[in-house]
């Protein structure tokens, strides 16, 4: 799985979002169900749940090694906010029709797109994400100059 593209979409009234095809077949299981997560202000990821679910069981096993072993006995704070994060970070929902995405409620304000504006959905290699324009914008700035560099890292 190796995602790509940039897509502009416009949120409906009922705050659905029609997903590229291309993309939502990659993130969605038999079922159309995929998990959408909180990334960052502005930002919605869509993860292929075996995928999204792998990846929380490997660290919430490594998490639970350490509080069995001890080691988290001065960091509880950090644990229960941990908890509070995971447990509002992400959601099951189910594509309609394959790619119709309803953006969750508790999710639209961090997206902060409203009815009837436009979002842009970029594939992200691993996931696809759902920005909020001028969110997207600001990282393509912060971010596109370092693009040599890091794509040189990444692939030496």
Partial sequence: MFLTGEYKRTIDDRFRL???????????????????A?????????WQPAEWQKRLD???ALLKQKIDSGRMEQRWSEVQRLGRLLSTRHQTTR????????IPEGFRPFLGVDAGKETVVVGAV???EIWQPDAWNNVLKDEMPDFGELFKQLTQ
């Fill in 58 to 60: 490997s660290g919430i």
């Fill in 18 to 36: 029609m997903l590229p095809p291309e993309l939502s077949g990659a993130i969605s299981d038999e079922n159309g169900d995929v998990i959408i």
């Fill in 95 to 102: 594509l309609a029709n394959r790619s119709r995405l309803l």
């Fill in 126 to 128: 691993i996931c696809v």
């Fill in 38 to 46: 909180k990334e960052r202000a502005g930002c919605l990821s869509l």
